[in-house]
């Protein structure tokens, strides 16, 4: 089992910017992000490998940048330029061989 324990969301203004973190009580071959409004199915946010790999979802591209730590097996979302369609529940990701993981989920509120 593994948990991970996510920090770094809040209220933000159009434009602003966030850094969430996810901190994983062991290592991962994966960690990433995904996000959540009410009603709506999870979508994914953004992965990043042990190997260092990156892969972003449609809305993160260009704004976003995931990275990791792998010894203090961390996972960071830089958000930038945030617009209140970026406001959700981010949810942490992890994946390990024989099983996937996620956080309790930070919120994220982008408004004036």
């Known amino acids: 089992q593994v948990q991970l324990v996510e920090s770094g969301g809040g209220l933000v203004e159009p434009g602003g910017s966030l850094r969430l973190s996810c901190a994983a009580s062991?290592?991962?071959?994966?960690m990433g992000w995904y996000r959540q409004t009410p009603g709506n199915e999870r979508d994914f946010v953004a992965e990043?490998?042990?190997?260092?790999?990156?892969t972003y979802g449609h809305s993160a591209k260009g704004r976003f940048t995931i990275s990791r730590d792998n010894v203090k097996n961390m996972v960071y979302l830089q958000m930038n330029n945030l617009e209140p369609e970026d406001t959700a529940v981010y949810y942490c990701?992890?994946?390990?061989?024989?099983?996937?993981?996620w956080g309790q989920g930070t919120q994220v509120t982008v408004s004036s």
């Open positions: 990043a490998s042990s190997s260092g790999r990156t």
């Open positions: 062991a290592s991962c071959i994966s």
């Open positions: 990701h992890a994946r390990r061989i024989g099983g996937e993981y």
